[in-house]
């Protein structure tokens, strides 16, 4: 089992920076890629970004490319989100989540059902 635990969530003003962190526990040796996912009130969850367990991989949702960044250190089991230029719209919960199926080292995915371990979520508000 693997267990994840966001944090750096909070209240900020639009244009603001946020660094989210998620912190693996458990059996870490099994992760392989990793991802973060978001979901705003009223609306399904969807995919913000993820990143390879080489790290030489990455991938970004349209409407955060060029103002996030993923990154993450397998030695420290932590895969972190860089914020800047937050935006109203980016309001909501923002999910960890790994993939512990062997697919390779520079395997990454956009799609949540290839996720099999999530974190609690933590809350990112952007006031206008």
């Known amino acids: 089992q693997v267990q994840l635990v966001e944090s750096g969530g909070g209240l900020v003003q639009a244009g603001d920076s946020l660094r989210l962190s998620c912190a693996a526990s458990g059996r870490t040796g099994t992760i392989y890629a990793m991802g973060w996912f978001r979901q705003a009130p009223g609306k399904e969850r969807e995919f913000v970004a993820t990143?390879?367990?080489?790290?030489?991989?990455?991938n970004y949702a349209d409407a955060v490319k060029g103002r996030f960044a993923i990154s993450r250190d397998n030695l420290k089991n932590t895969v972190d989100l860089q914020m800047n230029s937050l935006k109203p719209e980016d309001t909501a919960v923002y999910y960890c989540?790994?993939?512990?199926?062997?697919?390779?080292?520079?395997?990454?995915?956009?799609?949540?059902?290839?996720?099999?371990?999530w974190g609690q979520g933590t809350q990112v508000t952007v006031s206008s």
């Open positions: 989540a790994a993939d512990s199926l062997p697919r390779g080292p520079d395997y990454y995915s956009d799609d949540q059902s290839k996720y099999n371990y």
């Open positions: 990143i390879s367990w080489s790290g030489g991989k990455v």
